[in-house]
C-alpha cells in the first residue's frame, strides 16, 4: 500500500492535515479538521523513521490501546486511530489553553491555588483510575483544564491498562518517566500501583506550593534513587508560613511506601477540599527531615518496600468515601443508631474507608436565616459537636472521620451534591419516619436513592424499636 | 470475522454445550478446535460426535495429546489421564478413533496459526508457561496470530519488532486490542477442565476485522459433569476437581 503523504492539505482516512502544533522529541502534533466535526482536534504521529527510539514506538502502541478506552472530561476524546501497517496515528480532541507547565514562571502560588489545582487533579486521577489505567507520568506539561474547570490528562504513552498487556514491562533495562516526579516505587518497576500518581501528584504540588522540586532535577538513576530512602525537606523550613494542613498533606502524598500514602485519589480530594477536617499528625509539624539514623535504616533495609500492590480494582473498592446523613432532632434517635451500626459493620470490613457525616441545615426559603439561634448558641458549631458526638461510640481513627454542616433549601440535593463534589462512594441514610410531613413532601431518602450517583442504603430502625411519639396514631388535622 | 476458539475441552459435554450457547448468542461465524477433545471428561463419545459434526460444518480441529494418546503409541501421561484414556478408547468407535487420529498437528489460514501446545515441534506437546516458550513458539512461525491451548490456563503474549516479549494474564470479556506491529500468541484456557483456580468454562472470541480477542468464560453444570464421570466409572479426583477448577 502506497504510504499518503504526512503534510499540511493531505487527507488520512477522512482527517485533512493542518499545521503542525507541536514537535516533540517522541511524535509530532499535527492541527486536523474533518468534515462535519468542529471540534478541534490533534493528530499524534510517532517518530519511527530508521534509528528512532523504539521507546516511542512502545509508547505509542500504549497510547494507541488506551486513548480510545478512556472516556469522560478528564481526557482527550479520541476520535480514530491509524495502525503501523500504513499510517499510525491517535486523533484527539484538541484541549484549548495552555498546560500547567506556563505557571512555572509563578511560583511559587498561592496556598489555596495549589489547593484548588490539587482537587482537580485527583479528581482527574480518581476518574482515570477508576477506568483501569495508572497515568505513571504526571506533571505539569501533561495537565490541562477545560472551560468548564476540569482537570485534562494528557499522554499515555507511559500508562499501565490493568486490563491490557503491558508492553512496556520487558522493554527497557531502566525506568521510564520524567525523574523529578517518578515515584519510589516506579523506580524498582512497579508499574500497576495507582498511588504511584498520587506520588507525583505530592511532588507537583510541592513544587507549586514552595517553588522548589523535593527530589531535585537528578536525571541519573543514583540521583533518582535516592527517593528511595531520602525523604524530602518539609515545606515549613522552605515557607515559614506554609499551612500545616498543606504540608501533611503533601508529605503524606510523598511517602516513600505506598501504603502510607492516601490510598485513592478520591481520599486526597477529599482533604485537599476540606483543609479545616484535615486530621494534623507528625508530618504537619516537621520542620527538619528525618535524621540520618532513620535514612540510613531505610537505605539498608531491604524489606521495606512491600511487594506489588494488590489488583487495582480491589485497592480502589477496599478504601471508599462513606457518608452517613445524620438528622440531629431527638426523634431521629432510634434511627441515628441504626445508621451508627450500618456504619460500623461497613467501616469494619473496610479498613481504608473513611467516614463524612453530614447534617443538613435547613435554611427557610424567605426568612433571613441567622446563624445564631435564640439563646445565642452558634448552631453550626453546635451540629458540628452533634456530629462527633454521633459517631463517638464508632471510635474512628481521626484520620478517618470528618463532620460537614451543609446549608440548604432542600436536604436531598445538598447531600446528593456534597455526594456528587467529594466522589462519595456510598451514602448511608436514615428513613424519616411515617408522618404527614413525608407524604406531603416525599421523603428526603427517596429522594437521594433515587438520584445519586452511588450506592444508597436506607437505614430503619429495628421493628419493634420504634419511638413511642412516632407509633402513636398520627393527627392528620 | 467472528471466530470462535475452544480448546481442551476434554469430554466435557456440559461445558463445550455452555459455550458453543454463548459463542453463538456472541454471534461466532467460524469455530476454530485447539485439541484433546477427549481424556478426564465422561462424555468423549458425544464430544468427538459433537467435533465431527462442526468439522463437517466447515469447523477448524487440531491434534491434542489426548487425541493422539487415544489410537497411537502412548503418550507419557499421569495414572488418571491414562486411565481415562484407555476407557475412552473403549467407549469411542472406529470412525472415532479415525476421525481423531487424522486430526492434524497445525493449521494455517489467513495470517493465524492454530495448534494445541507449542509450535516449534507440535509433537513434543511443549507447555507454553513463560515468555521462554512462547517466544520459541512464535519464532517458529511466520503467521502474525497464534493460538494454542494445553496448560489449561490463558495468557496472551507478544514478541515486538525489537524481539522484545510481553506476558499477560487476561481478565474475561476484556477486547484486547491485538496490535498489528507485533506478533501475538494467545494461549486458551480450557473448556473442560480449567486450571487457574476459576471453576467456569474458557474459551476466547477474535474479531478478525477489529483485531480484538476477547477471553470468556462461562459458569456451567458442573454438578452434572462431575456426576457424569463418577457414573462412568472414572476416577472420582476428576470429578472433585472441576469443583476447584485446579
Redesign the interface.
Same mark, same amino acid.
Do not use: H, N, W, Y
Given at each position: 500500500m502506497v504510504k499518503p503523504l504526512l503534510q499540511p492539505g493531505s487527507v488520512i482516512d477522512g482527517f485533512r492535515i493542518g499545521e503542525p502544533a507541536h514537535r516533540g522529541g517522541m511524535a509530532t502534533l499535527w492541527r486536523v479538521t474533518r468534515d462535519g466535526d468542529t471540534t478541534p482536534m490533534l493528530m499524534k504521529v510517532p517518530k519511527i523513521a530508521e534509528g528512532a527510539d523504539?521507546a516511542a514506538?512502545?509508547s505509542f502502541?500504549m497510547e494507541?490501546?488506551i486513548i480510545p478506552r478512556l472516556s469522560g472530561p478528564h481526557v482527550p476524546k479520541c476520535f480514530g486511530v491509524g495502525?503501523?501497517?500504513v499510517q499510525?496515528y491517535v486523533v484527539m480532541e484538541q484541549i484549548a489553553g495552555k498546560s500547567l507547565l506556563s505557571r512555572l514562571g509563578n511560583l511559587p502560588l498561592p496556598y489555596d491555588e495549589v489547593a484548588a489545582i490539587g482537587v482537580k487533579v485527583a479528581t482527574a486521577l480518581d476518574d482515570l483510575h477508576r477506568q483501569h489505567v495508572v497515568h505513571l507520568d504526571i506533571k505539569p506539561s501533561n495537565i490541562m483544564f477545560r472551560e468548564s474547570g476540569e482537570a485534562v490528562l494528557l499522554d499515555y504513552g507511559l500508562s499501565h491498562h490493568e486490563? $491490557?498487556?503491558? $508492553?512496556m514491562?520487558?522493554?527497557f533495562r531502566v525506568p521510564f518517566g520524567t525523574a523529578p516526579y517518578m515515584s519510589p516505587e516506579q523506580l524498582r518497576d512497579i508499574r500497576n500501583d495507582p498511588r504511584s500518581d498520587l506520588f507525583a501528584l505530592g511532588v507537583l504540588l510541592y513544587f507549586f506550593s514552595t517553588g522548589e522540586r523535593p527530589f531535585g532535577e537528578s536525571e541519573t538513576l543514583r540521583g533518582m534513587r535516592r527517593r528511595l530512602w531520602r525523604d524530602p525537606v518539609p515545606p515549613r523550613k522552605l515557607r515559614p508560613d506554609y499551612p500545616p494542613w498543606l504540608q501533611e498533606i503533601v508529605l503524606k502524598c510523598l511517602e516513600i511506601e505506598p501504603a502510607w500514602r492516601y490510598p485513592t485519589a478520591a481520599q486526597l480530594a477529599f482533604d485537599l477540599a476540606h483543609p479545616d477536617q484535615v486530621k494534623l499528625t507528625h508530618r504537619s509539624e516537621r520542620m527538619q527531615r528525618d535524621s540520618w539514623a532513620v535514612v540510613l535504616r531505610r537505605r539498608f533495609n531491604k524489606d521495606i518496600m512491600q511487594a506489588a500492590p494488590k489488583k487495582m480494582a480491589a485497592q480502589l473498592s477496599s478504601a471508599p468515601i462513606v457518608t452517613v446523613a445524620i438528622d440531629l432532632g431527638e426523634e431521629a434517635a432510634a434511627v441515628n443508631d441504626a445508621l451508627r451500626l450500618s456504619a460500623q459493620r461497613l467501616l469494619a470490613m473496610l479498613p481504608s474507608a473513611r467516614l463524612a457525616c453530614v447534617n443538613v441545615r435547613k435554611l427557610g426559603r424567605i426568612a433571613l436565616d441567622t446563624t445564631l439561634d435564640e439563646q445565642g448558641h452558634n448552631k453550626q458549631i453546635d451540629r458540628l459537636v452533634g456530629l462527633r458526638a454521633w459517631a463517638a461510640p464508632l471510635k474512628l481513627d481521626e484520620e478517618r472521620l470528618t463532620v460537614h454542616v451543609l446549608e440548604a433549601v432542600d436536604p436531598a440535593a445538598a447531600i446528593l451534591e456534597f455526594a456528587d463534589a467529594n466522589r462519595v462512594d456510598h451514602i448511608l441514610i436514615g428513613a424519616r419516619q411515617a408522618s404527614v410531613m413525608r407524604k406531603l413532601l416525599g421523603g428526603v431518602s427517596a429522594k437521594v436513592a433515587a438520584e445519586a450517583e452511588c450506592s444508597v442504603t436506607v437505614v430503619r430502625p429495628p421493628r419493634g424499636k420504634m419511638p413511642a411519639a412516632l407509633t402513636a396514631p398520627q393527627a392528620s388535622s | 470475522m467472528l471466530i470462535a476458539l475452544f480448546a481442551d475441552i476434554h469430554a466435557n459435554r456440559q461445558a463445550f454445550e455452555a459455550c458453543l450457547d454463548r459463542a453463538q448468542d456472541q454471534g461466532a461465524q467460524r469455530y476454530v478446535l485447539l485439541g484433546d477433545y477427549v481424556g478426564y471428561g465422561g462424555d468423549p463419545d458425544w464430544v468427538v460426535d459433537r467435533v465431527m459434526d462442526m468439522v463437517d460444518k466447515g469447523a477448524v480441529a487440531v491434534l491434542g495429546n489426548h487425541d493422539s494418546a487415544v489410537s497411537a503409541a502412548r503418550e507419557q501421561m499421569n495414572p488418571e489421564a491414562q486411565l481415562a484414556i484407555e476407557w475412552t478408547s473403549g467407549v469411542l468407535d472406529t470412525a472415532q478413533r479415525r476421525f481423531l487420529a487424522d486430526l492434524p498437528l497445525t493449521r494455517s489460514e489467513d495470517d493465524r496459526l492454530y495448534v494445541h501446545a507449542d509450535a516449534s515441534d507440535p509433537k513434543k506437546w511443549i507447555y507454553v508457561q513463560s @515468555?521462554l516458550e512462547a517466544s520459541r513458539s512464535l519464532s517458529a512461525t511466520h503467521e502474525q496470530l497464534s493460538f494454542c491451548g494445553h496448560i489449561h490456563r490463558p495468557a496472551?503474549y507478544?514478541l515486538?519488532? @525489537?524481539a522484545?516479549? @510481553?506476558?499477560?494474564t %487476561?481478565?474475561a470479556d476484556?477486547h484486547? %486490542?491485538l496490535? %498489528?506491529?507485533?506478533r501475538w500468541l494467545g494461549v486458551l484456557g480450557s473448556v473442560g477442565q480449567p486450571r487457574d483456580g476459576n471453576p467456569d468454562a474458557a474459551y476466547a472470541m477474535l474479531d478478525t476485522a477489529k483485531r480484538e480477542l476477547t477471553y470468556c468464560r462461562v459458569a456451567y453444570d458442573i454438578e452434572a459433569a462431575a456426576a457424569r464421570i463418577r457414573s462412568r466409572g472414572l476416577p472420582p479426583v476428576l470429578a472433585e476437581r472441576l469443583f476447584r477448577g485446579m
Open positions: 523504539p514506538i512502545v502502541e494507541q490501546m495502525d503501523f501497517a499510525p486490563q $491490557l498487556p503491558d $508492553l514491562q520487558e522493554e | @515468555t496472551l507478544s515486538s519488532s @525489537t522484545k516479549m @510481553t506476558s499477560f %487476561p481478565q476484556v484486547i %486490542p496490535l %498489528p506491529g507485533r
